[in-house]
Every structure is written in C-alpha cells, then in structure tokens.
C-alpha cells in the first residue's frame, strides 16, 4: 500500500536546505519519513506510532516560494490503533 500526500501547488525541493519536514503535532513532534517524488508528491514512508486513536495535525514546513522562506502548511490526519 502506498500513501501520497499531493500539495496543489508545486511546494516541494529536493535541494538541500529545501527539503520539507514533516511531524506529526501537538505534542511529540514525531518526525514523518518519506520519499519525494516530485514537487507535488511525497510517499510516506512512515507515520510514527500514534498514543491513542484520533485525528492528528501534521505540520509540513516547506519552502513558499520555492526561493521565499520556510512556511507552515498544517494538514490533519486520522489515527486508526484498531488493527485487523
């Protein structure tokens, strides 16, 4: 299973210095793995274990523009502990 985060703009670099930082928030901070693909696209590669079931806020620092300087993008995501 993949999952891809798509920005409607083109807001990811893959130039040092211009790489995004995901983490998940409030709280840990826990830093989001992923992969770009290009500058619309990321692949999460991990998510960090959640605590407890719920909706988590993401942060995504990135460069807006791609020569401004580093801008938040906040984005939810939904935490499932149930497991199948």
């Known amino acids: ?12 670099r893959g130039e040092p210095g211009k790489q995004p930082v995901l983490t998940v928030i409030p709280g840990t901070n826990k830093i989001i ?24 806020n993401v942060n995504i620092q990135t ?5 401004g300087p580093v801008t938040n993008l906040p984005s939810r995501v939904r935490s499932n502990t149930d497991r199948e």
Do not use: E, K
Request: glycine letters at 8%; a negative charge; one cysteine or more.
């Open 63 to 67: 460069h807006v523009p791609c020569d």
């Open 1 to 12: 299973m993949n999952l891809v985060l798509v920005d409607g703009q083109p807001h990811f």
């Open 33 to 56: 793995g992923y992969s770009l693909i290009d500058a619309r696209h990321l692949r999460i590669a991990n998510i960090p274990a959640a605590d407890s079931a719920g909706t988590y």
